[in-house]
């Protein structure tokens, strides 16, 4: 057993290797890429400046980034997995002495060429982490205290660091990826059941540490009229723009919300108004419809998987790629509040673009190296 | 081998929880498209309207005032162009500032300023201030030279009313201000079309033609962003002008008028006795429209409203007097109506020895030796008090009355065209009970039939009634803005095809008469008053025999009053005064009344000045001028009848 597998782990031939990538995948990520180039083009009222090449050129180098790591060997992956956490929770330390403010809040470490947001890494991490953490384990042991509580704690302590920055948003997508990969690696359902209870039976406690600016967003969602010039802008321009765009939308670089700048944060948490604001209803159709592709390649290759890692690698990523999909969607079209999620890849940003193409490298070194089985 | 098999139920575990977790994943998918539909496709319409709401931001422009014109085509009321200086609140970065700059480059007055400061706090972070409406050449080329330093300010060449007559039209054009909240609320035109700084009709023409003249406005459409900075003109509807007015006034014979009743208080009416054109309504003093367009200063406005001949009342149409012996006519002619006497009747006027006796009151005559056994046309003629005390006691108030109202004396000349127009009275025992609610004396019949009493009358009336008698005796309709629809061939066929329709039953009975309808019984009664008018005029011992005109073309026919403004009393009487010596406020008004020329009658005229003294000394004398020229100006004003005509 344990020769045959070191025996598979080292006879992949470059010609192999070729033919186990998914093409396909690669072909949905570029499109989405080209896509958000021209989404970004369009916040500048079409003119090819700061944000736009700013926007292509992470692009190309993530992208070319997410080629290289597709053919580091996953199991790679699978040692330095808990090596990955750490470093990003000394990121995440770092960022509390170091950290760069910009409205309000502490997110970034200046890092020469760009300003890195270790949260962002962080989402990634957390999964590779669990990852590994439940492939060691026996299924019949996933119920008891021991390894119920050290993931709780392993995933408490970044989300407690995020939040102080603050950042509301980015601590639910760790927690939310966490608790994905908990589920898939079988966590009975009655936990579940308990904590929901216990976290609604806190909330008016939550409610209470949390910051006046998030306190005003929470309200602002149930009833955006409340402050229609203040927290309720983004919530009300984002309705109207998104809703004024109709079946086909208004053409692209036609966007008058975006355009007159009635958008708040268009490059950023708002490109998806912008793009439905532009291409209408059947646009954002075909946008998540690229998102959902996107998603069942990734379940797919973590099927075809071998390694227990592998597979709960990928669908755990899968599930955390829709929930920052699904939160982000949700947010601007006004069914959840403000929190500050980017649309993965959409979105202006190096940190996250950083943070998706890395992940996606992992999923195509999962398909790479499928035939790995992985640690004993 | 274990391992193996926890693995495998691992793997079991795993894809059991992955398919409940892509369908969730499924689930939310759905919400999030049904909720992108709800948007796009169910709601489309209603966020599309918001967009537009955001983007789309109006500017109106003020609409361009009609203009007014009189009979001639003299243009009466203008709009001319003026510098003015709008400031753009957006682009301002510091008010206290620019306001600062503005006062020292354009001087500014203080309570200007605070009118400034007032409005700005009535406006939208995006509205345009008008700072100053009229600058002169130098201030405007000053602020032309300093515009770099102002951000905001903005030079502009706009329009405003201007009155090139300034004083001469004023009662009867009116003048502009700003639109009230009230003006505002009256009247729906303006209401629609109303931008800031709107000049709205606050008297006259201007007033009462406000709807026509006002036009409307234009809008301006431009996309804004977030912060209502204006990107691009999308949209321009154009203003539209208002209606332009004609008159049917003759500016040449108006400002005649002015100029003869100039330093004095009174008014001159002029009429076509056909077609009921008011050609001249002078009223003195006057006052300068002009003043009123841009808001008019504290002390000019003092000193219009401080002056004691009252340059604010139109004499004309809201002056109220005793029409004093210019009634005589029409008692003479009510009496032979009703057949109470006949031409020959004679009475005898003693002198102020032997005064009418009436249940122990006496009534004089003005003349003080009498005039002896007056006949009734001798009695119009010479103006006696005595024959005409005589014939109203035996015609009695109530026939009088409704003889009086029928020639238009009693309503309304101009019906609602002039808000300030008054009735005045002409009263009856009815009247005098009902208002009053006491019961009528003989005595005051007695001197109702010299105008004096009750009754009360405004120039313009007298004019209608000397129109009415002098026009054959038929109702005309009077106007003052010219209307195609009022054709003197019409109006002349009319009165033919009355003047041989049998009298009807009801003749002396009070009842509404329609337009151009005879109001007389029997045609010879009318032609005997007119007769003794020319009487009163052109022959010797007629009281206006000085101011006649010895040309045929240019004869005409009068009736001279006095309107007692207090009770002459028998000390007044024994000192019988010059007009020098009594004060001025105590002095009798001036009246008189005319028709000309007098074999073919085409206008009649009224003349009024307060407490000028007797009407043959102070009122007649400007009629033989008016009279003149109102038939020198005949030719032209048929020319022009006859043109507007064929291009109707």
Redesign the interface.
């Known amino acids: 057993m344990i020769l045959s597998t070191s025996l598979n782990s080292t006879s992949y031939s470059f010609i192999d290797k070729l033919k186990a990538v998914d093409y396909f995948l690669i072909i949905i990520v570029a499109i989405i890429g080209s896509m958000s180039v021209f989404s970004i083009y369009s916040t500048e009222s079409g003119n090819f400046s700061f944000y736009t090449k700013n926007h292509l050129t992470r692009f190309l180098v993530f992208f070319f980034m997410f080629l290289v790591v597709s053919f580091v060997r996953v199991s790679f992956w699978y040692k330095q997995a808990y090596i990955f956490y750490i470093l990003g929770i000394l990121l995440l330390l770092l960022v509390i002495f170091f950290g760069i403010s910009a409205s309000g809040s502490k997110r970034w470490i200046n890092f020469f060429i760009m300003n890195l947001q270790p949260s962002e890494l962080m989402k990634i991490a957390i999964i590779v982490c669990f990852a590994r953490y439940y492939h060691r384990i026996?299924?019949?042991d996933i119920q008891s205290y021991k390894y119920l509580l050290q993931p709780i704690i392993l995933l408490l302590i970044p989300c407690y660091l995020v939040i102080t920055q603050p950042d509301l948003g980015t601590a639910i997508l760790i927690a939310g990826s966490g608790l994905?990969i908990i589920?898939?690696?079988?966590l009975n359902l009655k936990y579940f059941i308990y904590s929901g209870l216990i976290l609604l039976v806190s909330l008016p406690f939550v409610i209470s540490i949390l910051k006046p600016y998030q306190k005003s967003r929470i309200l602002t969602f149930f009833n955006p009229d409340r402050d229609p010039l203040g927290a309720g802008y983004q919530i009300i321009?984002s309705?109207?723009?998104?809703?004024?765009?109709?079946?086909l939308g208004k053409g692209f670089l036609q966007g008058?919300?975006s355009y007159?700048?009635?958008l708040p944060e268009k490059h950023t948490d708002f490109i998806f108004t912008l793009f439905?604001e532009e291409f209408?209803?059947v646009g954002?159709?075909v946008l998540?419809l690229l998102y959902?592709l996107l998603?069942y390649r990734i379940?797919r290759i973590?099927?075809s998987s071998r390694s227990?890692f592998a597979?709960?690698y990928c669908?755990g990523f899968a599930?955390a790629l829709?929930l920052y999909i699904?939160v982000n969607?949700?947010m601007v079209?006004?069914?959840l509040p403000i929190v500050g999620a980017p649309l993965p890849i959409m979105s202006y940003g190096g940190s996250s673009m950083l943070s998706i193409m890395l992940g996606l490298g992992i999923v195509m070194s999962c398909k790479i190296y499928s035939r790995d089985p992985i640690g004993? | 081998m274990i391992k193996k098999i926890g693995n495998l139920n691992k793997n079991k575990i795993i894809s059991r929880r992955l398919f409940i977790l892509v369908a969730a994943k499924i689930g939310l998918l759905g919400i999030v498209t049904s909720r992108l539909y709800n948007l796009q496709i169910s709601q489309k319409e209603k966020y599309e309207v918001l967009s537009d709401k955001n983007r789309i931001r109006e500017w109106k422009t003020p609409p361009q005032r009609g203009i007014i014109t009189d009979y001639f085509n003299n243009v009466i009321a203008d709009n001319q162009r003026v510098y003015q200086v709008h400031l753009s609140l957006e682009e301002v970065s510091n008010f206290n500032n620019s306001i600062f700059k503005l006062k020292n480059i354009i001087s500014l007055k203080e309570d200007e300023i605070k009118k400034i400061y007032e409005k700005k706090e009535k406006s939208k972070p995006w509205d345009t201030l008008i700072i100053s409406e009229n600058l002169s050449w130098k201030e405007f080329s000053k602020l032309n030279l300093y515009l770099h330093e102002l951000d905001g300010a903005k030079p502009v060449l706009s329009t405003s009313r201007y009155y090139p007559y300034s004083n001469d039209l004023v009662h009867v054009v009116g003048y502009v201000g700003d639109a009230t909240t009230q003006d505002i609320q009256n009247k729906k035109k303006i209401e629609e079309n109303f931008v800031p700084g709107l000049k709205v009709g606050k008297i006259g023409i201007e007033n009462s033609k406000d709807t026509d003249l006002i036009g409307n406005h234009g809008i301006k459409r431009y996309e804004v962003n977030a912060s209502g900075k204006k990107i691009s003109e999308i949209s321009y509807n154009k203003e539209t002008q208002g209606e332009n007015l004609r008159t049917t006034i003759d500016l040449e014979i108006q400002q005649l008028a002015q100029e003869l009743l100039k330093n004095q208080a009174g008014s001159i009416c002029v009429m076509d006795i056909y077609t009921g054109e008011v050609i001249t309504m002078a009223s003195s003093p006057t006052y300068d429209p002009n003043k009123f367009t841009h808001g008019i200063s504290t002390e000019d406005w003092n000193e219009i409203k401080n002056n004691k001949l009252r340059p604010l009342l139109n004499k004309s149409l809201a002056g109220l007097y005793s029409p004093g012996s210019t009634i005589k006519p029409l008692v003479a002619l009510a009496a032979l109506e009703y057949g109470i006497i006949d031409t020959k009747f004679k009475v005898n006027c003693k002198g102020h020895d032997h005064p009418y006796e009436l249940y122990g009151e006496r009534y004089h005559c003005w003349k003080k030796n009498g005039h002896g056994w007056m006949s009734m046309r001798n009695a119009i003629k010479q103006s006696c008090d005595i024959y005409f005390y005589e014939v109203a006691r035996l015609l009695g108030v109530d026939k009088l009355s409704l003889i009086a109202k029928r020639y238009g004396l009693g309503s309304k000349v101009l019906e609602d065209f002039f808000s300030e127009e008054k009735k005045g009275i002409v009263p009856s025992t009815k009247w005098k009970k009902q208002v009053l609610e006491q019961s009528w004396y003989l005595g005051e019949t007695v001197i109702t039939g010299i105008g004096q009493g009750y009754i009360q009358t405004t120039p313009l009336q007298l004019c209608l009634m000397t129109a009415q008698l002098a026009n054959g005796g038929y109702k005309i309709k009077p106007n003052l803005i010219y209307d195609k629809e009022i054709d003197l061939d019409i109006i002349k066929s009319k009165i033919e095809s009355e003047k041989n329709k049998s009298v009807s039953q009801n003749i002396l009975k009070d009842h509404e008469f329609k337009y151009y309808e005879r109001l007389y019984r029997n045609p010879k009664n009318l032609k005997f008053v007119l007769d003794a008018m020319y009487g009163s005029t052109n022959e010797q011992f007629g009281t206006s025999f000085r101011s006649r005109h010895k040309e045929d073309k240019y004869k005409f026919a009068g009736k001279t009053g006095t309107s007692q403004v207090k009770r002459i009393t028998d000390q007044d009487r024994e000192l019988d005064l010059n007009l020098e010596e009594i004060e001025y406020k105590s002095r009798d008004h001036a009246l008189f009344i005319a028709f000309a020329p007098y074999d073919k009658p085409r206008y009649s005229l009224s003349v009024l000045i307060e407490h000028g003294g007797s009407g043959s000394k102070a009122a007649a004398p400007l009629a033989n001028k008016l009279i003149k020229k109102i038939l020198d100006r005949h030719e032209l004003r048929e020319k022009i009848r006859k043109d507007l005509k064929n291009i109707a």
């Open positions: 026996q299924s019949s994905a589920w898939l690696a079988g321009q309705k109207i723009a998104i809703g004024s765009g109709g079946l008058t919300q007159l700048e009635f439905s209408g209803f954002s159709m998540i959902a998603i379940i973590g099927f227990f597979k709960l669908f599930s829709f699904f969607i949700a079209v006004g069914l004993n």
